[in-house]
């Protein structure tokens, strides 16, 4: 079938991306669903920095390649063997598929699925096809999913079915932000009720950190980055304190929790923002890093405070987090009106203007945007 897509085919176009257009929309060639795929009409998918990372080249990608990997549908076709999903479901798209035989897999940890990271870093779906094609050749997917198109063909290990009563708007969120953000609070970090956390940056994923770490019972939970209106909705949605990040951000946060907090959380892509969560984690406290600077950059640590002060600094992928038990207990808890993640969404878009959105995002104006196609 012939969609229309987002398509990128050079990275690291000049700003502002409204003008220079780096995102073409173009109409391709989808395939059927291969074996153990499945193929979904897109109602809704977000806008994040690990696409951002792609189109600037920070994180480069094999290309051209139709990006998009936040998102959530409706399944319309199954295909061979693909037995525990109908036609009609309500699905949310995982942006790292996981094959379930695979070391990591095995020992629960699907995050770090060796063939999923395969497939994502050579532009394929897991088991290496490839679904997208122009009158030129292959066009690559983005993170298995490439959502930025009203239809995509995904392995049945990139989805979760969701409940129909879940609006698809609300439900692409669960895909990326709050799995990472809240998976980073609750099972990377394992924040306990009663600590002292503080969150340096607050785009979609840190804001989620943020509302993770207070469902989680924290006592404190402190939120840190530029942008005034940032620090504003994190107040809003129940950060107990907030920094404005600068020179004296690390001696603020160390005084306000007594010398350091029990985890802190890097969320903002940034080495001196890493450095400065573990100078605000406390003698024996977690640093914990889910953002995604550059692939050369590198953090020097202190290898004597480690062990002298029984610091640990951890990374965190997808929130640590098994999709399938994951993102229910979640969409719970919004529900329960514990987990507000509709707070994180700062407006709509069409496909076409999507640079224009990618320019808001880089520029801070934004956490989450959302391209409907289901108006």
Known sequence: MKIEAAILRTRGAPMPYANSMPLRIETIELDPPGKGEVLVRIAAAGLCHSDLSVINGDRPRPLPMA??????????ALGEDVT?????????????????????????????????????????????????????????HHLGVSAFAAHAVVSRR????????LPLHEAALFGCAVLTGVGAVVNTADVKAGQTVAVIGLGGVGLAS?????????????????????????????????????EDAVATVRAMT???????????????????????????????????????????????????????????????????????????LYRAGRLPVDRLVSGYLKLEDIN????????????????????
């Open 258 to 332: 007594n010398g350091g907090c029990d985890v802190v959380l890097e969320m903002a892509g940034s080495i001196r923002a890493l450095e400065s969560a573990v100078a605000m984690t406390r003698r024996g406290g977690t640093t914990v890093t889910a953002g995604l600077p550059p692939p050369d950059a590198a953090l020097g640590v202190k290898v004597v405070a480690l062990v002298a002060e029984e610091r640990t600094l951890k990374g965190s992928y997808i929130g640590t987090c098994v999709p399938t038990r994951d993102i229910p207990r979640y969409v719970a």
């Open 158 to 165: 990139s989805l979760v079915r969701v409940d129909k009563d």
């Open 67 to 76: 990006l998009g990997h936040e998102a959530a549908g409706v399944i319309e």
């Open 210 to 246: 943020v509302l993770g770490a207070v469902a989680a019972g924290a006592a404190q939970v402190i939120a840190v980055d530029l942008s005034d209106d940032k620090l504003a909705l994190a107040s809003d949605i129940g950060a107990t304190a907030v920094v404005k990040a600068g």
């Open 356 to 375: 224009a959105g990618f320019d808001a995002l880089h520029a801070g104006h934004a956490v989450r945007q959302i391209v409907r196609f289901d108006d």
């Open 84 to 140: 525990d999903l109908a036609v009609g479901d309500h699905v949310v798209m995982v942006f790292m598929p996981s094959c379930g035989h695979c070391l990591p897999c095995a020992e629960g940890r699907p995050a770090l699925c060796a063939p999923g990271a395969v497939a994502n870093g050579a532009g394929t779906l897991l088991g290496d096809g490839v679904r997208l094609h122009d009158a030129a050749g292959t066009v690559h």
